[in-house]
């Protein structure tokens, strides 16, 4: 067991180029300066990364490297490399190895090859990676992987890190604000924190490759529900399958290499479907981390004869998947700033970031929905299966009655958890939390963190977190102005508490978000219920939006205009792609199948009838199958029609709204004729993997 745990740690990190090793391999004067960098007190010199860039690129060649790349997240919400070789030639015919510290600083792709909303022209290509000195460099296959940043020509952002590190910076300088003025004055800064669990599904290999859906837009556009489901209750948690658990460890293997801490790992609520979740990271790295998680999932899964699925609902009727994006926030000194203590209610650091985070997400609840919206998600918000479009805040019994003291007129006591007896003198007692867990909250307060649980399975974690960091950090400056001004700073503050716990008081919700009371509840509260993604798209447009980005220099409104655009582009292009796959798939292969089925079922009647036998079973069962032909062959001229159209619309916003109207319901009754065909048709003929193989065979 000891040997286990050494080889363990041995393996941890090892593909990192991290502080350890830069302690090892750089002059104390370099590392002592980079980390001045790092924390944003000096600017790099080329003397410095010149001597770093040397020091990576022997350690990379002693692992086995023989390329470097700029590794970057463009908006395609995927990531991107472009790989270059150490060597240099040299006069003599030879070559040596050389990688400087200009190289590892900055990189040139081509920016007009990436969706940019219109900030890049196709004859306009140039483009800069930026390193991210904040995010460790690593080694993956034979290539040194440096993340880094991706702008314009002009310096606008292409990818979701740089607006993601400009939030993080925002949120710092104004949580500084708030920490001196009462009293912290030892901080001097503030990070973003996050734990980003992934869900995703494993269907066996054989199967995937039949399914031109799956493989090209994801998700399953056609078929019947299994006869048995996720209703027995029985997969979450259950028994790893041996093969599952053997694709686990390598995933688990591959990560720890990374540095990536890979900590939990289960069966989700659906068959099939699994869990992964690691410890906390800094927000930047965290969501570096994720795009690796995404990455290993799918490239081990080819190894274990397995394709893992990232798509929020690729089979329907079963759970689909999301990213519960556990966000926090920590200082400099060691403290989170979300940590209640054993009496929150004079634990006023807390109650003012905690106040600060309610009013960010009432504030700006239409922004935070959107930073979640994109297709595969609509399948999974507002189903009783995940979070609702409407966004509300879960903060549990003792917060909820602190809440509530405040907007009295301030707090006087907390609740105590106490302790749960078992009933068995062979059971421990063990400690009660202070407040259950609310699963069905988008956004949940969880001990000392907060669970924004609307982020999808494919989605990268940058785009949620750089709006929550932005909007917490809007109300941090209101109250840091407030109080700077203030003689009495905790009179003041109460007051500030009080006002916030009154006005806010709508979004706060411990109940069940699933039920139907709850949705006529949340309309008389006032409270946005934005179920549509292209209509939640539109919204990041509305004027507090663009001032509140801009006002903390996080988007400039010429860089949110181009980001809405993207989006309603994505979708556009998303339901194109799966349209026509439908109109593929059932033209192509399960038109012909039934047709040739109803062909069997009519030489059969005529066989039938030729002996003077009467047969009911033979001719209804005709009938019933021609009629389903006959829907589905009008319900695919139909989607082409509508395709058609929809793609001759030159505006994002109308070609967006065409898709989801028109061709998304032409879609739905493409395949609600196969589907009904899918129960008609012997199973040796049916030409796609059923629910039931791909769900249950192992």
């Given at each position: 067991m000891k040997n286990e745990e050494t080889q363990l740690t041995d393996v941890y990190g090892v593909n990192v180029f991290n502080d350890a090793i830069m302690r090892q391999r750089l002059p104390k004067n370099i590392f002592k300066a980079f980390v001045k960098t790092r924390q944003g007190q000096v600017d790099f010199t080329v003397a410095t990364a010149d001597v770093i860039a040397n020091a990576m690129k022997d350690w990379a060649i002693e692992k086995g490297a023989t390329h470097y790349c700029h590794w970057f997240q463009p908006m395609t919400g995927l990531t991107a490399e472009k790989h270059d070789s150490f060597i240099s030639p040299t006069p003599d015919g030879k070559t040596v190895l050389e990688f400087s510290g200009k190289e590892l600083i900055k990189g040139e792709p081509d920016a007009s090859s990436f969706p940019s909303g219109g900030l890049r022209a196709t004859f306009e290509a140039r483009g800069y990676t930026a390193w991210d000195c904040t995010s460790p460099v690593f080694i993956k296959g034979k290539t040194l992987y440096i993340p880094c940043a991706f702008c314009s020509y002009t310096g606008e952002a292409l990818d979701k890190k740089t607006p993601l590190l400009r939030s993080m910076e925002a949120l710092s300088n104004q949580a500084v604000r708030v920490l001196r003025v009462l009293g912290a004055t030892n901080v001097q800064h503030v990070d973003t924190t996050l734990g980003a669990e992934q869900e995703y599904f494993l269907v066996d290999q054989s199967f995937f490759g039949k399914r031109l859906d799956l493989v090209l837009a994801g998700r399953t556009l056609f078929g019947a529900p299994s006869p048995r489901g996720q209703e027995m209750e029985d997969h979450y948690f259950g028994t790893l399958h041996e093969r599952v658990a053997a694709y686990m460890n390598d995933v688990n293997t591959e990560l720890w290499k990374l540095g990536v801490s890979s900590k939990t790992q289960h069966n989700e609520v659906s068959p099939a479907q699994y869990e992964l979740a690691p410890l906390f990271a800094t927000v930047n790295v965290a969501t570096d981390h994720n795009q690796l998680t995404m990455e290993t999932l799918q490239k081990v899964a080819l190894r274990h004869g397995f394709v893992c699925l990232l798509h929020e609902k690729p089979f329907a009727g079963v759970n689909g998947s999301g990213k519960h994006n556990n966000w926090s926030l920590l200082t400099d000194t060691g403290n989170n700033l979300l940590e209640p203590g054993t009496t929150p209610h004079d634990n006023m650091i807390f109650l003012v970031f905690l106040c600060a985070v309610v009013r960010a997400v009432d504030k700006y609840a239409k922004l935070l929905r959107a930073s979640v919206a994109n297709p595969g998600n609509e399948h999974r918000l507002g189903a009783n299966e995940a979070p609702p479009a409407i966004v509300s805040v879960f903060l549990g019994d003792q917060l909820t009655d602190i809440f509530e003291q405040l907007a009295a007129g301030?707090?006087?006591?907390?609740?105590?958890?106490?302790?749960?007896?078992?009933?068995?003198?062979?059971?421990?007692?063990?400690?009660?939390?202070?407040?259950?867990?609310?699963?069905?909250?988008?956004?949940?307060?969880?001990?000392?963190?907060?669970?924004?649980?609307?982020?999808?399975?494919?989605?990268?974690?940058?785009?949620?977190?750089?709006?929550?960091?932005?909007?917490?950090?809007?109300?941090?400056?209101?109250?840091?102005?407030?109080?700077?001004?203030?003689?009495?700073?905790?009179?003041?503050?109460?007051?500030?508490?009080?006002?916030?716990?009154?006005?806010?008081?709508?979004?706060?919700?411990?109940?069940?978000?699933?039920?139907?009371?709850?949705?006529?509840?949340?309309?008389?509260?006032?409270?946005?219920?934005?179920?549509?993604?292209?209509?939640?798209?539109?919204?990041?447009?509305?004027?507090?939006?663009?001032?509140?980005?801009?006002?903390?220099?996080?988007?400039?409104?010429?860089?949110?205009?181009?980001?809405?655009?993207?989006?309603?582009?994505?979708?556009?292009?998303?339901?194109?792609?799966?349209?026509?796959?439908?109109?593929?798939?059932?033209?192509?292969?399960?038109?012909?199948?039934?047709?040739?089925?109803?062909?069997?079922?009519?030489?059969?009647?005529?066989?039938?009838?030729?002996?003077?036998?009467?047969?009911?079973?033979?001719?209804?069962?005709?009938?019933?199958?021609?009629?389903?032909?006959?829907?589905?062959?009008?319900?695919?001229?139909a989607l082409e029609t509508l395709l058609a159209k929809a793609q001759n619309i030159d505006k994002p916003h109308l070609q967006a709204r065409a898709f989801r109207d028109d061709v998304i319901p032409a879609m739905q009754a493409v395949r609600s004729a196969a589907d009904a065909l899918e129960t008609i048709v012997d199973a040796d003929t049916w030409p796609l993997p059923t629910y039931a193989e791909m769900l249950f065979l192992r």
């Open positions: 301030g707090a006087k006591s907390s609740q105590k958890g106490g302790e749960l007896k078992l009933g068995s003198s062979t059971l421990p007692p063990l400690p009660k939390d202070t407040t259950d867990r609310n699963r069905t909250s988008p956004f949940a307060f969880t001990g000392n963190k907060f669970e924004f649980r609307m982020v999808g399975s494919s989605q990268s974690t940058a785009g949620p977190n750089f709006v929550l960091n932005t909007i917490v950090a809007d109300v941090l400056k209101e109250i840091a102005d407030e109080l700077e001004k203030s003689k009495n700073v905790t009179v003041d503050a109460q007051k500030l508490l009080k006002k916030i716990a009154k006005d806010h008081a709508r979004i706060i919700f411990n109940g069940d978000n699933y039920r139907e009371e709850w949705v006529q509840e949340a309309k008389k509260r006032g409270l946005p219920n934005i179920r549509s993604t292209v209509e939640s798209i539109e919204t990041i447009m509305d004027k507090e939006h663009v001032d509140v980005l801009k006002r903390h220099n996080v988007l400039s409104k010429h860089e949110l205009h181009a980001r809405t655009d993207i989006l309603l582009e994505n979708y556009s292009k998303s339901i194109n792609i799966e349209a026509g796959v439908t109109v593929s798939i059932a033209k192509r292969q399960i038109l012909p199948v039934c047709v040739e089925y109803c062909a069997r079922l009519a030489a059969s009647a005529g066989v039938v009838a030729d002996s003077g036998v009467s047969c009911k079973a033979i001719q209804k069962s005709l009938e019933k199958a021609a009629k389903c032909v006959d829907e589905l062959d009008g319900a695919i001229e």
